[in-house]
């Protein structure tokens, strides 16, 4: 199935991906992986078609109600996880704590937290790495020159705002496939 995704991504679509492809080293077989721009559902597809590209094995979260029937089977099958939006946990807690007892877990996120345009990222991914002691890695979905680019691992520090600095200057320029949302 890898060849046909590579014959798909890179011959039909005409994607590529660059950077750190690694995914096997030990410094990144946990990791919150943050994807942005996300303007679109376009998106979903190229990160699915893409992890499969590089050999990566990675996670996502939604809300448990999509979680049922055929598209509940769905979404488990492409690495999906369920988080109670109503339990007495909040959602950072409950995802960090998806990392606990695992060898391998990435979960692959939207800073965003939408496909509309925001002014300032939601901060629950920078703190489920911390919670779970766990790297973030970044990747763009830049469809203007249809790349992913994938950073290195990147660990949160006790300085929020510069380090929010740091990882948007990974996806300045990148336009999403809704160019006016990015």
Known sequence: MRWLAKFIYSKVLGWKVTGNTNFSSDSIKKCVIIAAPHTSWHDFTIAVIMRKVVGVKANFIGKKELFVGPLGWYLKSVGGSPVDRTSKKNSVEQISAMFEGKDEFRVALSPEGTRKKVEQWKTGFYYIAKAANVPIVMFTLDFENKTNHVSEPFYPTENIEEDFKFMKSF????????????
Do not use: L, Q, T
């Open 171 to 182: 996806f300045e320029g990148v336009k999403g496939k809704v160019p006016e949302y990015s």
